[in-house]
């Protein structure tokens, strides 16, 4: 199948969106010229939401010696709109969301495009690991993102043994037809973007497919208070964006932090009621503990780190409440559009 992806000429347009991100696009833009092939037609539009760190005009320089690049402007930093905005002007056959904090193997277009034709996808994406981090408190964060029981079902970040159909991919890669036949993406999400568009193409009746032999080095945030700010956004939008798309967005991974905390803490409030109650939450939180302690001695095994037995139990318990925390935040918008979409008979509120 490769030699007749290549035998037909293919375009994408490459997206990246970009806010104070200076440090990394010399080498986004080396792993992106690594892509291109004579048969590849490639554009890269990076929408820039008002950074302060001289990306932009690293940018403007760029964009000179590499004429495939161009710059529009995003202000207000809406991801959904930035999106948006380049999807109008480029016509490639294939959209190509890429993250500027990742790097990127020079097959890894070639890959998608052959995986689209090999399985019939509209969606396909591959495997966002961790970079190595040296610091053992950022060490502990490339942990939980990548693990089970710090991140769940999420494919694209715990990996997979062989392709399968997903509920989304992160960063996506679609064909152009599906992303205009659907509107794009919704503007008034600031997060969560992708799992919105996610859930309205597989109502449609699309196909998401993970493929694990592709795969991208993601370099994350290495400070506590900026990931555990990022899980907060993050709780707050997925239910957010299941009050737009409807629950069916939720996955187990989405629910089960705030229905521990709920327990957790709903077990000793009702004890002022019921006496029983609190011995039900020390059963709950006993449970989590040893799963966080097991999943902390996987990783020293795996790392040769034994201080993660340490550290790790305390920053899974952080990251899953400040996610708990973010979706009570998120129930605001979720549970009256429940409503709204119950006494319509199902229709999207």
């Not at 989304?168 to 037809?177: D, L």
């Not at 409440?321 to 009256?336: E, K």
């Amino acid at each position: 199948m490769t030699a007749q992806v290549e035998s037909e000429r293919s375009s994408v347009d490459i997206i990246v969106l970009v806010l104070n991100e200076a440090s990394h696009l010399e080498n986004l833009i080396a792993d992106i010229d690594g892509m291109r092939r004579p048969w590849l037609e490639l554009s890269v539009t990076f929408v820039e939401g008002g950074s302060t760190d001289g990306t932009r005009e690293l940018l403007e320089k760029l964009s000179h010696r590499c004429p495939y690049i161009r710059v529009i402007d995003n202000p207000g930093a809406n991801k959904s709109r930035g999106l948006n905005q380049a999807i109008e002007i480029t016509s490639g056959q294939y959209i190509a969301w890429l993250g500027a904090h990742a790097s990127y193997p020079s097959d890894y277009l070639v890959s998608l495009i052959k995986a689209m034709h090999d399985y019939h996808a509209d969606a396909v994406g591959g495997i966002l690991e961790q970079a190595p981090a040296a610091r053992l408190i950022a060490k502990a964060i490339v942990t939980v993102n990548g693990s089970r029981f710090g991140a769940g079902n999420a494919a694209y970040r715990t990996g997979a043994d062989a392709p399968r159909e997903v509920d989304t991919v992160f960063p996506g890669f679609w064909r152009r037809e599906t992303v205009v036949r659907l509107g794009g993406f919704n503007e008034g999400l600031l997060r969560a973007q992708d799992r919105e568009f996610s859930a309205r193409l597989r109502a449609r009746g699309g196909r998401i497919m993970i493929i694990p032999w592709v795969r991208m080095t993601y370099h994350g945030r290495t400070s506590l208070l900026q990931h555990l700010r990022w899980m907060f956004v993050g709780g707050k939008w997925v239910f957010r964006a299941a009050g737009v798309a409807g629950p069916g967005l939720l996955g187990v991974r989405n629910i089960i932090p705030l229905a521990f905390f709920g327990t957790l803490i709903g077990g000793f409030v009702a004890g002022r009621w019921f006496p029983e109650a609190p011995a039900i939450s020390l059963i709950v939180l006993g449970i989590y503990a040893a799963g966080a302690l097991l999943e902390s001695l996987r990783a020293a095994i795996h790392t040769q780190d034994a201080r993660l037995i340490a550290i790790l139990p305390p920053v899974y318990f952080a990251t899953h409440a400040a996610y708990a925390a973010g979706s009570v935040r998120g129930l605001r918008w979720f549970v009256p559009s429940l409503f709204r979409r119950f006494k319509s008979g199902g229709e999207p509120a």
